[in-house]
C-alpha cells in the first residue's frame, strides 16, 4: 500500500462471448429482451469459432486499464494510489458487478472512462445509465466521467501515423483510406451528434495526413428492417473497385480495441470482399495497448483525478 488515497479507474466496454457456449446469451443481453431467431444466433456462433471461439474484448480492456493505472502510478508526484476496474454492458463483468467490487474493495471516488472515442446519447448514453443505476444500488463510488478523445491530437496523431505507414512505398492516388465506426439505427441517431463527431474526428487525421483519397463509413449494423446510417463499409469497398483504385485502407477509428468486429467483420469479410473485387486490403492496428494510446488516456485521468480542489 501506498499510504495514498485511492482513485478507482474504471473502464466501460461493450462486452463480447467468452466462450462458444456463452454467445446466445450474449446475444439476447444484446438484443434486451427480443428474442433472437436461431439463425442469428447460429451466425454468431460461427464468427466466434473463426476468432478462435472468444472474443478478446475483457482481456484486451483489462491490459489496457493495467497499463494506465501502471503509468499513473509510475509519477512519484502522483496523489492519489490508482486502482484499474472493467465494466461490461452486456457480459461478465457487467458495470453492476464491478461497481459493487469497487465498493466493497473500499473505493470512494472513481473515474469511469467509455472506451469508445465518440460520445453521444445514443452511441453511449446507455453506460452511464447502467452505471449511475449500479451507484445507486451500491450506495457509492462517486463516479466522474471522462469526456471523449476524438479531438485530442495525440488520438489524431496516432491514427494518422498508422495510415502513413501502410502509405509508404506507394502511390496514393490509387489507394482508399476508409474510416469505419459502428453503425447505429438511423431512427435512433436524429438530433444526435454521433455521425458528425465520426465525421469531425475523420477528417481531423485527414488534415495531419494531407492529400488523399478518403471514406467514412459504417459497420456492423444490426439485422432486421430498421435502416441503419451509413455508407456500409462493405459498400464502399466495392464502390472502391469500380472506381479503379488498386487498394483499400481499413481504418478501425471507432474501436478502441480489438473484437469480433474488427477480428470478423474487417479481417475476415471485408478482406474477403475486397479479394473478390480485385482490391488490395490492409488495415491500420486497434488502439488496444498501443503506448501512444495508454499515454493519452493516462494524461487525460490525470488530469481530472489532481485538479486542484
Not at 40 to 48: P, Q, S
Not at 106 to 135: C, K, Q, R, W
Not at 157 to 172: C, H, P, Y
Request: charged share 25%; aromatic share 8%; hydrophobic share 45%.
Amino acid at each position: 500500500m501506498s499510504g495514498k488515497p485511492v482513485k478507482g479507474i474504471l473502464l466501460l466496454a461493450f462486452g463480447g462471448a467468452d466462450s462458444i457456449e456463452s454467445v446466445e446469451p450474449f446475444v439476447k443481453n444484446v438484443l434486451k429482451g427480443r428474442i433472437p431467431t436461431q439463425e442469428l444466433i447460429d451466425k454468431a456462433r460461427e464468427r466466434y469459432k473463426l476468432i478462435g471461439g472468444k472474443s478478446p474484448l475483457l482481456d484486451i480492456t483489462l491490459a489496457q486499464g493495467k497499463a494506465v493505472t501502471g503509468m499513473l502510478n509510475a509519477d512519484p508526484e502522483a496523489r492519489y494510489e490508482y486502482r484499474a476496474y472493467v465494466g461490461m454492458r452486456y457480459w461478465h463483468p457487467f458495470i453492476a458487478e464491478t461497481v459493487g467490487k469497487m465498493k466493497a474493495d473500499g473505493v470512494d471516488e472513481a473515474i469511469a472512462v467509455i472506451m469508445s472515442p465518440f460520445l453521444s446519447l445514443v452511441a453511449t448514453g446507455a453506460y452511464i445509465e447502467d452505471l449511475e443505476a449500479a451507484v445507486g444500488v451500491h450506495g457509492g463510488p462517486s463516479v466522474e466521467m471522462l469526456g471523449s478523445w476524438h479531438m485530442e491530437r495525440p488520438f489524431r496523431d496516432l491514427i494518422a501515423e498508422n495510415i502513413e505507414k501502410e502509405l509508404v512505398g506507394i502511390d496514393r492516388k490509387d489507394s482508399l483510406i476508409v474510416f469505419s465506426s459502428h453503425s447505429l439505427p438511423a431512427v435512433a441517431v436524429e438530433g444526435d451528434p454521433y455521425e458528425m463527431v465520426v465525421k469531425q474526428a475523420s477528417e481531423f487525421v485527414m488534415e495531419k495526413i494531407g492529400k488523399a483519397d478518403f471514406k467514412v463509413s459504417f459497420q456492423s449494423k444490426g439485422a432486421g428492417p430498421r435502416q441503419w446510417i451509413g455508407p456500409d463499409t462493405e459498400d464502399i469497398i466495392k464502390e472502391a473497385a469500380k472506381r479503379g483504385k488498386k487498394r483499400v485502407i481499413i481504418v478501425p477509428i471507432g474501436f478502441a480495441a480489438d473484437h469480433v468486429e474488427t477480428l470478423y467483420d474487417i479481417d475476415i469479410l471485408f478482406k474477403s470482399v475486397a479479394a473478390e473485387t480485385g482490391v488490395e486490403f490492409r488495415r491500420t492496428p486497434s488502439l488496444n495497448t498501443d503506448p501512444r494510446f495508454v499515454g493519452l488516456l493516462a494524461a487525460m485521468l490525470k488530469k481530472v483525478a489532481e485538479k486542484k480542489q
